[in-house]
């Protein structure tokens, strides 16, 4: 005999279509929400948002600061994202090309794909040499700050860069500059094969990177390498920029890009 709560043929759970409500008003809020705000955007009483954002809570889908009480996606919700970009063909493409430059190179190598919240980390393929960084997939990386983020400001439309470095610039995840510097700085990675940052993010980290195109010819993904600092000579970066480069060209035509 069907118990009452569970739905038959057809019929959907309408608890869960709520919390997926939930669940895209964290994603479209940027950032940390208070419950008013993500009560605002999924439509709900903030008693019903409550409620929901309690259990997704524990499930580990949202959190919630101790300190500020804002709520935001929490550790699983990212943890879903990525393993949902990884199985895309172009990571999975990019991926093995990624890890033939760690193993060449002896260097951790990188993948970033973009969000509505600036580059997301999806893959991270740790390389021979020690670095003085922890950094976990889903991360969102800097985007005047890291050699990820100049490549995709240089290649995406102002109109979807500049939304996300005035947030992260609000939150102070990303450095202060002028809005003249940061045009100048997105002309420039339009002219060069691959970008480049030393001291930058971390100090003792340098890094490289490069985009991959698709089909189509607009950025899939970029694919990045990292390397300690003491190791980043302008010789050392100009000769591994220029195998990212290759690295990420060859990932490129195999997406059918033939620029």
């Known amino acids: 005999m069907t118990e009452k709560s569970e739905p038959s043929s057809g019929q959907g759970i309408k608890s869960i279509e709520v919390g997926a409500r939930v669940l895209r008003a964290l994603e479209r809020g940027r950032g940390p929400m208070s ?8 439509d709900l009483h903030p008693a019903k948002t409550h409620r929901y954002l309690t259990s997704l809570t524990r499930t580990g889908l949202a959190s919630q600061d101790a300190g500020s009480g804002l709520y935001d996606l929490g550790p699983e919700a990212r943890a879903l994202g990525v393993e ?9 493409t990019a991926s093995a090309f990624a890890t033939e430059l760690r193993d060449d190179s ?37 985007m005047l700050d ?24 609000k939150q102070g995840s990303t450095r202060e500059m002028s809005a003249a510097a940061i045009d100048e700085l997105r002309r420039a990675m339009r002219e060069v094969p691959f970008a480049r940052t030393v001291n930058q993010m971390i100090f003792g980290l340098a890094a490289l990177a490069a985009p991959v195109f698709g089909a189509a010819g607009e950025i899939e993904l970029v694919l990045g390498l990292v390397l300690p600092g003491g190791m980043a000579s302008e010789r050392e970066l100009d000769r591994l920029g220029t195998r990212v480069r290759v690295a990420a060209d060859r990932a490129s035509r195999e997406l059918g890009y033939a620029g």
Do not use: M, Y
């Open 35 to 42: 419950l008013s705000e993500v009560a605002r955007g999924a």
């Open 84 to 92: 949902a970009v990884r199985r895309a063909d172009s990571v999975r």
């Open 106 to 142: 002896g260097h951790t190598v990188n993948l970033s794909v973009w969000s509505e919240g600036g580059p997301v980390l999806v893959g991270w393929d740790t390389g021979a040499h020690l670095l003085p960084i922890v950094i976990r997939l889903g991360s969102t990386l800097p």
């Open 146 to 169: 890291s050699a990820v983020g100049h490549i995709f400001l240089g290649q995406l439309p102002k109109a979807a860069t500049a939304p996300v470095i005035k947030a992260q610039q």
